[in-house]
């Protein structure tokens, strides 16, 4: 009860001064915010079409390298727990660790592998449009 009660004190201080308290305990981290992928590249802009945005928990079992692949859409995530490397097909490299987030490379080779003794848990956002892939394997 106490976090709807939370919740609703949260809307109710965005027009008055209900609930001062409890809206002060609001904490927020920009994980990311980028108009770049993680290799520095410009983002393309956004397709047009019906917009579907997908979002995928992803896991990774230790020592398990993911098939070459690109993204012909946004995406971003943030590893949940374990270590992800990412490499492109010209060797760019990455290296992520539980909490870092990325802003992948949009029509660009690459891969994902956990080079870690635990399985590597990523949670991914991708804004892409409705009857299109978002990722494509090699």
């Not at 590249?41 to 945005?53: C, M, Q």
């Not at 490397?85 to 870092?100: F, I, S």
Request: with cysteine.
């Amino acid at each position: 009860m106490k976090k709807v009660l939370c919740g609703i004190c949260f809307i109710l201080a965005l027009t008055s001064n209900v609930c001062a308290q409890e809206v002060n305990a609001v904490k927020v981290d920009v994980l990311a915010k980028t108009s770049a992928s993680w290799d520095g590249r410009a983002l393309p802009d956004y397709a047009k079409g019906k917009p579907e945005i997908t979002i995928l928990r992803i896991e990774i079992p230790p020592k398990v390298e993911l098939p070459l692949h690109e993204h012909p859409v946004i995406n971003a995530g943030v590893l949940l727990k374990g270590e992800l490397t990412v490499v492109t097909k010209d060797k760019e490299t990455l290296h992520l660790k539980a909490g870092d987030s990325i802003v992948e490379v949009v029509d660009k080779w690459h891969y994902g592998k956990n080079e870690g003794n635990e399985p590597a848990e990523i949670i991914v956002f991708y804004a892409g449009v409705q009857g299109s892939p978002i990722s494509i394997k090699k």
